[in-house]
């Protein structure tokens, strides 16, 4: 695998646990010399700081470098300049690459680290064609380990090597011969524990499993037009189940009916119920479960709890904690999980082996892998103390007023999470998930060489980890313990996992074979129609000279600005792919200049909601009419979402309630009558809207956009002076934002206004021209005799007040 990728460009999609972490770490160590300038992209903190960490323990040096907004320009710069690897994030290298800042012709090469999330929309797609349109002989090289992502969407693994820039696709499923003939040279020796369900568990799960099929039948049968085929029992015990709605029902969400998402979130529930019956104790499971029998929360249900199957569970979840009887004040006879049984009579039998073999063996680690962190927290306590004097302490607690089923759900994070001291005992529990550090399991594997390993719950990564643990230390003899319920639905949806994922190889093993490559999918060539630009910079087009014969400028190239805290979205990187060069510039007014003339403030509709709620919006808007002589503002849907406004915000009730989004746009633009509302359905469409928008006009003048400061209308300016006078005020001739806070601060009302002389006004305005026009409209005779009139009925105001809103001064 990494001679492949070495020597060849290319995407690599392997199974989960195999070792591509290892893979990675190679190339890193490989190119970690000043020599080289390599980018690493799709990475997270927790994982560099382990790579790092790795390539630490090697000895490699120079070790790569974390690069943060903490970082000056110049910083930046000669960090780049020094070369060796560079982790930094999306938005640093999307700016500086824009910006010229960064040497991208003496890049050496391009990593993509979780190369599934690439879409032609994010981040790090744009900073690949960035490189790539300057950079023709680096190297790209991108990984995987979710082969399942490929097989959402039509042709995503094709897609997502456009994006890349690749041509080669190299596959590494666990049925790989290599991979095969490598793990059984030496393979760990498995002892798998096939554990009976007690008959009150099998009775819930049962039951569980029939109001399961229950709802996915209701829903196939009420939702006849979609597309269902992947909504199953089956994948409803997977754990990626919520994916699985997700991908199907969002984009029609809007559509459904009430009943139809009430469906959802009952089966998201009675999923939940499946998997704590077999993590959770009886007692916590039986609180759970009464929990859910109110009559607030029968309502809610879309029906199941009107079944049969319902009443089953809720008795039974009871008899496993007060047996047969159903009386309230019953004694409690305590159902223990077969597993506690089993795990305490496996931690006996190795006692015993260690105690009779002595030195013999090199290391006498146990270590325990349990689902999360509250099962590792139980599963402690019934190693400590027994498994009863658990129940009676859950039992006792339970039973006690000031307790809850939040209190019951909560348990200690010091003593859930293992600490350093602990690892030094002989028995180490570790969860599978929820932990702090995603690679503790991999460190303690590696770095304490376990003797055994007991797998109380399993996950395919985890096991296949070990596998390769045992092929690289054939000295260590590794024994596992599987620990398995028979015939339960944790069993279904371990096995679910398994063919999920080899289908989807088998789906990327048919698609390679038929998948259709262009000679210039690499990008390697100037006809790409990626990469035929201008390769002038962007501030250098946006000053081209105008042309006064034609009136328009002579370089057809289009420009827009564009504010640094823009770059989080996907709409920079859209323009940029319709051919628009994109300057990056922290701005104050607005989120996009298209032309002089054109201001643009982006909203999402989350942000819109918060924004009008806020009233942050209102002050943006009056800074964009201020400055902008056509502002407007975009209201931006997720083009994976409906192009709607859902549930309260969609109408209210109450058509003056201000607290609706559709009445305080319409107060907005009652309030701005020169503001435009642009509704777009998602980036791709906003794209194309500001290429239409920019069409025969001037591009922007980036150094204007930057001098525009905001001027925002804050609660302290509103309490200082009288709002209705400040507008009235704006409306005057020669009155702008630069010098009306002089003119409210130093001219008490408007009867000394029009005292001033003109040499007064232009020494209070600081600008002749000003003051001229202010003078003049005031002084005029038609003007003057409107202003002199007496105030009669309604326009009579109140006396003695200025417009600061304090008493006259005598």
């Known amino acids: 695998m990494f001679l492949d990728i070495l020597n060849e460009d290319g995407l690599v999609v392997a199974a989960k646990g195999i070792g591509l972490e290892s893979v990675f770490i190679n190339l890193l160590k490989v190119y970690s010399d000043a020599g080289n300038l390599v980018i690493v992209l799709g990475t997270t903190s927790k994982e560099e700081e382990f790579f790092i960490s790795e390539l630490e323990s090697m000895g490699v040096k120079p070790l790569p470098k974390l690069l943060s907004s903490e970082f000056s320009v110049n910083d930046r710069q000669s960090v780049y300049m020094e070369g060796g690897v560079i982790f930094s994030s999306s938005r640093i290298l999307v700016v500086d690459m824009l910006m010229d800042r960064m040497p991208i012709d003496l890049i050496t090469g391009v990593l993509v680290y979780k190369a599934h999330r690439i879409i032609e929309t994010s981040q790090e797609a744009f900073i690949l064609r960035l490189y790539r349109q300057k950079n023709k002989k680096g190297f790209i090289k991108a990984f995987s380990s979710s082969p399942v992502s490929f097989t959402r969407g039509f042709s995503q693994v094709t897609r997502v090597m456009k994006s890349l820039y690749v041509r080669h696709l190299f596959l590494w499923p666990r049925f790989h011969a290599t991979i095969q003939s490598t793990l059984k040279e030496n393979q760990p020796d498995v002892i798998e524990l096939r554990l009976p369900l007690t008959p009150y568990m099998v009775t819930i799960q049962t039951a569980i499993l029939d109001l399961i099929h229950f709802s996915v039948k209701e829903l196939r049968r009420i939702n006849p037009s979609l597309d269902l085929d992947e909504m199953t029992v089956e994948n409803a015990l997977s754990k990626c189940f919520k994916k699985i709605i997700k991908f199907q029902l969002e984009p029609v969400w809007h559509q459904l009916s009430g009943k139809t998402k009430q469906l959802v979130e009952d089966l998201g529930t009675l999923r939940n119920l499946l998997l704590n019956l077999t993590q959770y104790d009886c007692v916590t499971f039986n609180v759970v479960v009464k929990s859910l029998r109110t009559t607030e929360r029968a309502l809610k249900t879309a029906g199941w709890m009107l079944l049969d199957a319902a009443e089953n569970l809720f008795l039974t979840a009871r008899a496993r904690v007060y047996g047969k009887s159903l009386e309230e004040n019953a004694k409690p006879d305590l159902e223990e999980n077969p597993k506690w049984t089993a795990l305490t ?52 607690k339970s039973n006690s007023p000031k307790d809850s089923i939040e209190k019951q759900e909560q348990s200690n994070p010091s003593e859930a999470v293992e600490s350093v001291e602990f690892i030094r005992e002989p028995v180490i529990i570790q969860p599978l998930k929820g932990a702090a550090d995603p690679y503790a399991l991999h460190r303690i594997l590696y770095q304490l060489c376990p003797r055994f390993v007991i797998m109380y719950d399993c996950e395919v990564a985890f096991v296949r980890q070990v596998e390769v643990y045992q092929a690289i230390h054939k000295e260590h003899a590794v024994r596992v313990y599987f620990l398995f319920y028979d015939a339960s639905a944790e069993e279904q949806s371990y096995l679910t996992s398994l063919r999920r994922e080899k289908e989807a190889f088998e789906m990327l093993i048919r698609e390679k074979a038929t998948m259709v490559i262009p000679e210039d999918r690499e990008g390697r060539t100037d006809d790409h129609p990626d990469f035929v630009r201008d390769p002038r910079k962007a501030s250098e087009m946006a000053l081209v000279p105008l042309d006064t014969r034609q009136m328009s400028r002579k370089d057809t190239r289009q420009v827009v600005v564009v504010d640094m805290r823009e770059f989080r979205s996907e709409l920079p990187s859209l323009l940029h792919r319709r051919g628009i060069d994109i300057l990056p510039i922290t701005i104050e007014v607005g989120d996009y200049i298209l032309t002089p003339d054109i201001c643009v403030e982006r909203k999402s509709l989350n942000d819109l909601i918060g924004s009008l709620n806020s009233g942050r919006l209102y002050s943006q808007s009056q800074e964009m009419c201020r400055h902008y002589v056509k502002p407007m503002l975009l209201i931006e849907f997720d083009h994976d979402k ?169």
């Not at 003056?656 to 319409?666: C, I, N």
């Not at 009867?751 to 002389?757: I, P, R």
């Open 345 to 396: 009579e496996i931690m006996k039998e190795i006692r015993l082996e260690i105690d009779a073999q002595g030195e013999v063996f090199p290391s006498i680690k146990t270590l325990i892998v349990a689902e999360d962190d509250r099962t590792c927290h139980q599963l402690r306590q019934i190693l400590e103390s027994g498994s009863q004097d658990f129940l009676k302490k859950i039992f006792t």
């Open 642 to 810: 409906p192009f709607a406004l859902q549930g309260k915000y969609y109408l209210s009730n109450d058509a003056s309630s201000l607290t609706d989004v559709t009445s305080r746009l319409q107060l907005l633009t009652l309030h701005f009558p020169k503001l435009r509302i642009v509704w777009s359905p998602g980036p791709y469409a906003t794209a194309e809207i500001f290429e239409e928008l920019k069409k025969g006009r001037d591009q922007p003048d980036p150094v204007k956009a930057a001098s525009i400061s905001s001027d925002a209308y804050t609660e302290k300016n509103a309490e200082k002076y009288n709002p209705a006078i400040h507008d009235f005020m704006m409306k005057l001739p020669g009155i702008n934002s630069k010098n009306i806070r002089r003119v409210l601060n130093k001219v008490e009302d408007l009867g000394q206004l029009l005292s001033l002389s003109l040499e007064e006004l232009h020494e209070l305005l600081e600008n002749g021209t000003n003051a001229k026009e202010l003078w003049d409209a005031l002084h005029s005779s038609q003007h003057l005799a409107v202003l002199q009139a007496e105030p009669t009925g309604k326009n009579k105001g109140k006396k003695g007040k200025s417009w600061r809103g304090k008493p006259r001064r005598p």
